[in-house]
C-alpha cells in the first residue's frame, strides 16, 4: 500500500551506461505506484559538455534542496582524474567526481546490501551481506605528494568523530532491519593508530547497542572469511578503501557488479546510485544489467518511507532472476537491458511478501 503521497526526486542519469540503466530505474520506481516527480539534473561528461563543468554549482544546489535524488555513474574526469569545486574566492580540489559528489553534499555513509540470488550463478548461495562504509575520509580525502621524482605518499586520514558517527548508524540500521551482527574490519595490527582508532570508536560505540552483537575482523582475514564462511558476516562496517574494494569483492562472489545497489546517507542529503561504474566496455549496446539501480532506487523508496514499494522490488528482482529467463550477459543470459526491465515490472504485478532485502 503506497502513501499517496507525491515525492520530488532529482535524477541524474550519469554517463556510459548511466541513461540505459537509469531510464530502467525510473521505469519500475513508476511500476510501483508510488508517485515520484523527477527533476533531471547533469552531471558527469554530459555536465561537461553542456556547462563545461561535470559538477555545475547549480547540480549541487538542486540536490541539496531536493535532498533525495537517484544517480547514475559517472565517470572520472579524463585527463588529471582530479576534479576542482570552487567555493566563493577558494577551490576545493576532490581526486573524483563522484568523492566530490558526496563530500560536498556532505553524505558519510556508503551503505551496499550485496545477496546472493537462486538463479544465478554463484558457489557462495548464502552470501548476504550490508558493507557500510564510511566515505569522508581514510586514504580517499585526495591528499597525496610527490616527494621528490620517485617517491610519494598518501595521507590516511582517520577521525573519532567520523568513526563513531559510522558505526552508530551501522548499529542503528542493524537493529532497525533486524540483522544479526555487527562486524568492523581494520588492520589496526598494522595500522595501529588510524585504523586503531577506527576499531576502538566501533567497540565505544558497541556499548551502547547491547542487543547487537558486535565483533571484529583484520581486513584480510575478512576477504578470506567471506569465500570460505560468508554466513557469519553480516553487517560489514570499513573505512572508506577497504570499503570500496570489499564491494566489489562481493559483487563479484554473489554473481556480478550488476547485482550490488547502493545508498549514500548524510544528515540532510541522500542519494542511490550502483556500485559499479560506467561500463564504458558496453555502452551503448543495450546489454547492460539493470539490476543494480533498480534495486537502488528500491532503497531510495525504503528512504522516503515507502517500505512496502520497496519489498516488493527486491522480490519482483529476486523472481526474475530465480526463473532465469531474462538474464543479462554478465549474469549469463542473453537478455537485454529493456527485457529485464519489462520482466520486473510484470512480476512486480505478482509479488507478494517478502524475499529478504537491505
Ligand atoms: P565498471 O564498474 O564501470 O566496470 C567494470 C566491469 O563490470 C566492466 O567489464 C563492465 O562492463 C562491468 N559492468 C559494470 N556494471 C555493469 C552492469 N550494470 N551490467 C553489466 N556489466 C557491468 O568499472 P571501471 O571500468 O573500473 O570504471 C569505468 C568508469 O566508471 C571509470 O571512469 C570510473 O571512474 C567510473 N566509476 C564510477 C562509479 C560511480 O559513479 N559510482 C563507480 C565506479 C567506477
Given amino acids: 500500500m503506497n502513501s499517496g503521497r507525491e515525492y520530488e526526486v532529482a535524477l541524474i542519469l550519469g554517463d556510459g551506461i548511466g541513461p540505459e540503466i537509469s531510464g530502467a530505474a525510473v521505469a519500475v520506481l513508476e511500476a510501483t505506484g508510488v508517485s515520484i516527480r523527477w527533476r533531471e539534473f547533469a552531471a558527469g561528461e554530459a555536465a561537461r559538455q553542456c556547462h563545461g563543468h561535470p559538477l555545475p554549482a547549480a547540480t549541487l544546489a538542486a540536490v541539496r534542496t531536493i535532498g533525495v535524488a537517484l544517480k547514475g555513474p559517472l565517470l572520472a574526469p579524463k585527463q588529471t582524474g582530479r576534479l576542482v569545486v570552487r567555493h566563493g574566492d577558494a577551490d576545493v580540489t576532490y581526486p573524483s567526481v563522484n568523492n566530490a559528489l558526496r563530500r560536498e553534499l556532505e553524505v ?3 551503505v551496499r546490501p550485496i545477496r546472493s540470488f537462486p538463479g544465478v550463478p554463484t558457489p557462495f548461495p548464502s552470501l548476504d551481506v550490508v558493507i557500510v562504509r564510511e566515505v569522508t575520509e581514510d586514504t580517499y580525502i585526495g591528499w597525496e605528494e610527490m616527494k621528490g621524482p620517485d617517491e610519494a605518499w598518501a595521507i590516511k586520514r582517520i577521525t573519532r568523530q567520523a568513526s563513531e558517527r559510522i558505526f552508530r548508524f551501522a548499529f542503528e540500521y542493524a537493529r532497525a532491519r533486524g540483522r544479526r551482527k555487527v562486524t568492523a574490519g581494520h588492520k589496526a595490527n598494522v595500522l595501529n593508530l588510524t585504523d586503531g582508532l577506527f576499531l576502538a570508536s566501533g567497540r565505544d560505540v558497541a556499548v551502547a547497542f547491547p542487543e547487537v552483537p558486535f565483533d571484529d575482523c583484520m581486513i584480510d582475514a575478512l576477504c578470506l572469511r567471506l569465500v570460505k564462511q560468508p554466513d557469519t558476516l553480516d553487517v560489514l562496517v570499513l573505512p572508506n578503501q577497504y570499503g570500496d574494494i570489499l564491494t566489489d569483492l562481493c559483487a ?12 549514500n546517507i548524510g544528515a540532510r542529503v541522500a542519494f542511490f546510485e550502483a556500485s559499479h561504474g560506467a561500463a564504458p566496455d558496453i555502452v551503448g549496446q543495450g546489454i547492460a544489467n539493470p539490476i543494480a539501480l533498480i534495486l537502488s532506487g528500491a532503497m531510495l523508496l525504503g528512504h522516503l518511507g515507502e517500505a512496502a514499494a520497496e519489498r516488493r522490488i527486491w522480490e519482483a528482482v529476486a523472481r526474475v532472476l530465480r526463473e532465469g529467463r531474462h538474464l543479462t550477459p554478465d549474469l549469463g543470459g542473453h ?6 526491465t519489462r520482466a520486473i515490472i510484470a512480476a512486480l504485478g505478482r509479488a507478494e511478501g517478502v524475499t529478504g532485502s537491505a
Fill in 108 to 110: 558519510f555513509a556508503n
Fill in 252 to 263: 563479484g562472489i554473489a554473481g556480478s557488479l550488476g547485482l550490488a545497489p547502493g545508498a
Fill in 335 to 340: 537478455a537485454r537491458t529493456t527485457d529485464v
